[in-house]
């Protein structure tokens, strides 16, 4: 193949500033797809995706354009999935970055920005959505020249909904990013930047082809895991799978293997075959590190199994996933799982909910803690259940985010306001044009639950937010426990900052007041640092009316049966369980 006809790109922008819908009319001027064929989001192609209107997985396809073989990987937007986005952006030469023309420059526009120039990729600023009324082209392309130091004719005004100007994307591709280079090896090596598990088939691997060829039937041998297979297939995607006889140098393409897991393929693994065979590894990616943790519980035990298998098998396709098996007096076994942040998680929820019909109980998430003991041993802790005994603990250590903000002007006041109640710094302030960037560290403890929600309510929707982990600050740590009727539930445990501890004591045993039953008997709800109780809340007894069927007569019968009633309600109290609804878990989560 003539290495001169190939681009590789990739669509890169914000939440929801249009990459997919740029994706489907580049596939449809193409005429990758049959116009019978063509639907909004086609590369979207997961339900969830569909059905929230957002691209969770990266998607390659491979579109023909004036005898040129475009090679495109649609990206997602959300701070969430970066991780998605510097995988792609390591396939490619160039980059589309599409700006929303109402919009102007947001958190992870300038984020995604920083990924392609650090891999220095070309450039293709876009202008989207130009059709729309609230359309500000002017001020947007200033802010785009600002960001990128390029020429105002350089950015590409289209509307991807409608197809206007979208042949000059195509265009501007073939005439600014540069064919892929070889270093002209007989050896054969290429990349892993995506992989998932087929029922059918077995291990998919989506590669970028850096040396040589890899043809149907070659034995390939994976240079970090050492793992040897066959490839049963090799093809590209346009969208479906085409199989070819072979793939070749600079080419982005499909390997369908006897692999029976993807920890065999990582991502970042280098493919090397028997035939050409290297030990040159390429660079690959670094290990990516969960910062949220959860605790998934099945409702009922006799379901664990099947809970361990789905979360197995979503891991497959998952790079990001990390898990491992936990166990709880009062919610039985369960799987503790480490996510890139919250959405990340609420997705891998509905998957095992949906594809997997799984009635689950998840726990309050939580970040993960370094802990220095007495005699210097060093703790990695997973949540607040796991922390040892306080008075051998040394240090505790939590991690903190640098955050960038990107709001109005008139909202920074509110917006410095809100850093400061979750404990954060302001570092720096910037404008671009009428909006201002406020760079901030805080502790991601404090973000995890609600400040995405807080943020847009505060700038009234206008406010984005991106972030990445800073490192870890040692800092005045307690654990917060939680009794339910006399008895510790370890799962509703969590660490706080001493200063922030006794509201949130308050504040958790007020919600839990609203979710825990009553029962026949009264009910204490308390919070504990240590063995100093903090916070307690009583849910009343139901009141059986003994002395309804009673007429006239003294009223030392009433009291009699009265007395006999409290006597059953005192002994109710020492021997009766408490049944915990599993909303009880997730009431950090519970808005105010």
């Known amino acids: ?31 990758t797809v049959e116009r019978r064929d063509m639907k909004s989001q086609l590369l979207d192609s997961m339900e969830l995706e569909r059905e929230k209107g957002i691209t969770i997985k990266l998607a390659p396809v491979r579109m023909r354009y004036n005898n040129y073989d475009l090679n495109l990987i649609d990206t997602p937007g959300h701070v969430d999935f970066s991780y998605e986005v510097s995988r792609s952006l390591q396939a490619c030469e160039g980059a589309v970055l599409v700006v929303d023309a109402s ?74 990013v540069p064919a892929p280079t070889t270093a002209e090896r007989n050896d054969t090596r290429a990349l892993i930047f995506d992989s998932y598990y087929d029922d059918y088939r077995g291990v998919i691997l989506y590669t970028r082809i850096v040396d040589g060829t890899i043809a149907k039937g070659d034995t390939i041998e994976m240079l970090a895991t050492g793992a040897h297979g066959l490839a049963l297939e090799v093809g590209h995607l346009s969208p479906a799978m085409k199989p070819d006889p072979d793939i070749g140098t600079g080419e982005i393409g499909y390997i369908v293997t006897n692999l029976k897991t993807t920890r065999d393929a990582k991502v970042g693994d280098t493919i090397t075959v028997k035939r050409a065979h290297t030990d040159a590894a390429l660079p690959g990616y670094k290990n990516v590190k969960p910062f949220v943790y959860a605790g998934f519980f099945p409702v009922s035990n006799e ?49 095992l909910e949906r594809e997997y019909n799984l009635d689950l109980v998840v726990t309050n998430p939580s970040t993960d803690y370094q802990v220095t003991m007495s005699d210097s041993t060093e703790l990695d802790i997973k949540s607040a259940s796991e922390l040892p005994d306080r008075t051998n603990v040394v240090e505790i250590r939590e991690p903190w985010i640098n955050g960038e903000i990107i709001v109005p002007s008139e909202y920074i006041g509110a917006v410095i306001q809100l850093i400061v109640a979750k404990r954060g710094r302001q570092k720096n302030l910037s404008y671009i044009d009428e909006r201002a960037l406020v760079s901030f560290e805080a502790p991601l403890a404090n973000l995890l639950t609600d400040f995405y929600d807080q943020l847009k309510s505060v700038t009234s929707g206008y406010g984005s937010f991106n972030y990445e982990l800073a490192g870890y600050h040692a800092e005045d740590l307690v654990r917060v426990d939680f009794y339910v009727g006399g008895e510790m ?37 308390q919070a504990a640092i240590g063995g100093k109780f903090i ?50 878990f997730t009431v950090m989560l519970k808005r105010d």
Do not use: W
């Open 1 to 31: 193949m003539n290495l001169d006809h190939v681009r590789n790109f990739c669509i890169i922008a914000h939440i929801d500033h249009g990459k997919s819908t740029l994706a489907d009319r580049m596939m449809e001027m193409t005429s």
């Open 103 to 176: 919009q102007g420059i947001q958190a992870q526009t300038l984020a995604n920005v920083y990924l392609a120039l650090e891999q220095d990729l070309t450039i293709i600023p876009v202008l989207n959505k130009v059709d729309l009324p609230a359309a500000d082209v002017p001020r947007v392309s200033k802010e785009v020249v600002n960001l990128l130091g390029c020429d105002g004719s350089d950015i590409i005004k289209i509307s991807a909904k409608t197809g206007e100007n979208v042949d000059q994307v195509l265009d501007a591709i073939l005439e600014r």
């Open 303 to 351: 379901d664990y199994n099947d809970l361990k298998d789905a979360v197995e098998k979503l891991s497959l396709s998952d790079s990001a996933l990390q898990f491992e098996p936990e166990n709880s007096p009062v919610l039985g076994f369960g799987v503790r799982i480490g996510f890139l942040g919250l959405l990340h998680m609420d997705i891998i929820r509905e998957r």
């Open 489 to 525: 539930v370890d799962a509703l445990s969590i660490m706080a900052h001493r200063s922030e501890s006794q509201k949130l004591g308050r504040d958790v045993v007020a919600k839990l007041k609203e979710v825990v039953p009553r029962q026949s008997f009264e009910v204490s709800l």
């Open 535 to 584: 916070a307690r809340e009583n849910i009343g007894a139901y009141r059986k009316d003994v002395t309804g069927y009673l007429y006239g007569g003294d009223v030392s019968r009433k009291k009699k049966l009265l007395a006999k009633q409290a006597k059953g309600k005192k002994r109710m109290k020492r021997f009766g369980k408490v049944d915990i609804p599993s909303e009880a």
